[in-house]
């Protein structure tokens, strides 16, 4: 075989010799986002917020279901049949979420692609104990693991993030490049979830609700899950019956805020399903 072949052959000619290969930049995941919005009630000032998220993100509906584990698997079948989507995020009816939030938390999952993310919020709003705790616990706490692990339930007293110990773990973590911290439960706060988990997790229910069972599925089956803190949302859970807080009980009057679900047996709401493309 003559020097010339062996050159050729190995990419050592001249024309090439003195090349570096180019560094490979990586691809950053591509999010398409739908937003699942489970919901059993109609409350004013959460439909304005739906609709501004509507005007850059698809969005599904289950309307007036009020079996709470159907609703949700309802909306998971539909995303299952639709793999054009790569996250499916949950949305409750009683959240208050702006743009901003969505883009913040799709930024983090372009960065670091989690399989769970949440943003973080009041337990709820009914009163200001309820308020002054919000809805994460911190995956550090290994007895609170292991209890949602085997019984599906949290103490709430005692294992539930304060605001203040929130406000802590943030200022902690200023000068950190970003404060996502892993969390053992988030409830669902805005909470993004990868395809490849809903695949493998069907909504369940217990008496702590459809959220607690889906994050003891995520730590049976080994799914980090994680929240971050400068995504905080308002859950108006409870608002008009809140005596503590009197402004909020004018606001909920002001803007036709009702977040208990309320209907008559004999004439309940029709269920429907209803599919919001992103407007164009």
């Not at 609700?209 to 799914?223: H, L, M, S």
């Not at 805020?257 to 029709?270: A, F, G, R």
Request: proline letters at 4%.
């Amino acid at each position: 075989m003559s020097q010339s072949t062996i050159k050729k052959r190995t990419g050592m000619n001249k024309k090439n010799k003195n090349k570096t290969p180019l560094p490979q930049t990586p691809q950053a995941p591509t999010i398409n986002l739908l937003i699942l919005n489970p919901s059993p009630r109609n409350i004013k000032i959460f439909e304005a917020k739906l609709k501004n998220l509507n005007a850059k993100y698809d969005i599904l509906r289950i309307k007036n279901d009020f079996e709470e584990k159907r609703a949700y698997n309802t909306g998971r079948d539909w995303f299952l049949a639709h793999p054009e989507y790569t996250h499916m995020a949950i949305l409750p009816d009683d959240l208050l979420v702006d743009v901003k939030h969505v883009e913040k938390l799709v930024k983090d999952l372009e960065e670091y692609d989690y399989d769970v993310l949440s943003g973080i919020c009041n337990f709820s709003h009914e009163s200001a104990n309820f308020f002054n705790t919000m809805t994460a616990i911190d995956y550090r706490n290994y007895g609170a693991v292991d209890q949602l692990r085997k019984t599906g339930r949290f103490d709430y007293f005692r294992q539930v993030m304060t605001r203040a110990r929130y406000h802590e773990i943030k200022e902690e973590m200023k000068d950190k490049p970003n404060r996502i911290i892993r969390v053992a439960i988030s409830m669902f706060p805005f909470t993004i979830i990868k395809r490849s988990v809903v695949e493998k997790i069907e909504f369940g229910h217990n008496l702590m609700g459809v959220d607690t069972v889906f994050f003891q599925d995520c730590i049976k089956n080994n799914i980090a899950t994680y929240a971050d803190l400068d995504v905080e949302l308002w859950h108006i859970k409870g608002i008009e019956d809140n005596k503590q807080m009197q402004e909020s009980i004018v606001m909920a009057y002001d803007r036709n805020i009702s977040t208990s679900i309320n209907y008559v047996e004999s004439n309940k709401p029709q269920r429907e399903q209803i599919f919001l493309p992103k407007i164009q």
